[in-house]
């Protein structure tokens, strides 16, 4: 207590852990709901919705062509409620390069983001290209070549994107696109295509991004960003407004092996040790998002480590946790894209373990963990 009032005095911040054990969602997977034809198989799986009629809608880094480095990586394909397969849409079009997000507005629309080539591609119901946005390199041009990453990046252009990640839509039919990897800001678009404006830059501040990686609307027309570097999730008005941000920290198990790669830092535990400055490998860190319909929203939210699919209110009150990082039924390997057309029904992508769970939560989570 003496350490806390001196620190007090001395106006030093101090760090309270205070977040307690969740309950564990129990629930049920499969991994082999998609019946794929014989000579037909995921890529990396970057993206997943569903429409209206249940039909869900599969992003993957499949259909590869070109040269070892730099060969295009997307291919839209299309099931039924029960997995069975119906079609792939755009086969070789123009804007596939590298799959990332694929979403489903209120009237069946299909829209993909693809980063490779920072296009975003609206379809309709019926497969066919009706707007698109942003442009993608010039395959003549003597400098078309891989986008730099300058520090700091160079100044936004509207209507254009820089590795472009998702996008969401409001009740009036305006399109957020969370641009992305470079750019780190969101752009807005009337129902007619029109560019409205943007917001957000580089940074760790409020309303500053790093890595807009998934970003999702609820029925108040509220803008929810997965900010992944920054390991938090924005939530802005419809014109760009600051309203709060949402972090995610339920304890887990630290001797969990990261499915890829060197364990990650974490928190600071001392001055010497500070938090990495990219926080996407960060404990309970965004990196995809969705909603669930109303009248009562939830929100979902997975983390790349340690792997886990995370269920709050929309005022970020943790609900319940469900799964790990690994390779088998309920286990993850870096959930990309969530799709959630119920409470209790989720479509997870996962591009390490190249395929989409179907999750089938129970509604009555279990204790939590001792």
């Not at 709060?244 to 969990?256: A, G, L």
């Not at 010497?272 to 926080?279: G, V």
């Not at 009562?296 to 995370?310: E, H, K, M, T, V």
Request: aromatic share 10%; proline share 8%.
């Amino acid at each position: 207590m003496k350490c806390l009032v001196q620190a007090a005095l001395l106006c030093l911040p101090i760090v309270l852990h205070s977040q307690q054990p969740v309950p564990e969602i129990r629930f049920q997977s499969q991994t082999d709901f998609f019946k794929l034809p014989l000579d037909l198989s995921f890529g990396e799986v970057a993206g997943v919705a569903v429409n209206s009629k249940g039909h869900i809608f599969v992003f993957s880094r499949g259909g590869s062509t070109g040269p070892a480095y730099g060969a295009a990586a997307a291919q839209l394909l299309e099931f039924d409620s029960d997995g069975k397969y119906i079609r792939e849409i755009g086969h070789h079009l123009y804007a596939w390069s590298f799959a990332h997000a694929v979403k489903i507005d209120k009237d069946d629309n299909i829209w993909v983001a693809d980063k490779g080539s920072d296009m975003v591609i609206k379809f309709s119901p019926e497969g066919r290209v009706l707007m698109v946005f942003g442009r993608k390199q010039e395959a003549s041009d003597e400098g078309t070549a891989p986008l730099k990453h300058p520090k700091p990046p160079l100044p936004p252009i509207d209507g254009q994107f820089r590795q472009v990640t998702d996008m969401a839509w409001d009740a009036a039919g305006n399109t957020y696109i969370s641009d992305g990897y470079i750019n780190s800001r969101i752009a807005k678009i009337d129902k007619d295509g029109n560019w409205i404006k943007s917001w957000g830059e580089p940074g760790t501040g409020p309303g500053q991004l790093n890595t807009p990686h998934s970003i999702a609307t609820d029925e108040s027309g509220h803008v929810y960003v997965a900010d992944r570097g920054n390991g938090r999730i924005q939530v802005f008005d419809k014109d760009g407004n600051y309203l709060r941000e949402i972090h995610i920290n339920v304890p887990y198990d630290h001797t969990i092996h990261p499915w890829l790669g060197n364990m990650p830092s974490q928190t600071p535990t001392s001055p010497e040790t500070p938090a990495p400055l990219n926080k996407t490998m960060m404990n309970g860190s965004p990196w995809a998002i969705c909603i669930t319909p109303g009248p009562n929203q939830l929100l979902y939210a997975a983390d790349g480590y340690p792997g886990r699919i995370y269920k709050l209110t929309l005022d970020g009150k943790v609900l319940g946790v469900l799964g790990r990082t690994g390779h088998g039924p309920g286990e993850f390997g870096w959930v990309h894209e969530l799709a959630c057309p119920s409470e209790n029904v989720l479509f997870a992508a996962e591009l390490l373990n190249w395929r989409v769970q179907k999750l089938t939560l129970d509604a009555n989570a279990s204790p939590p963990s001792k």
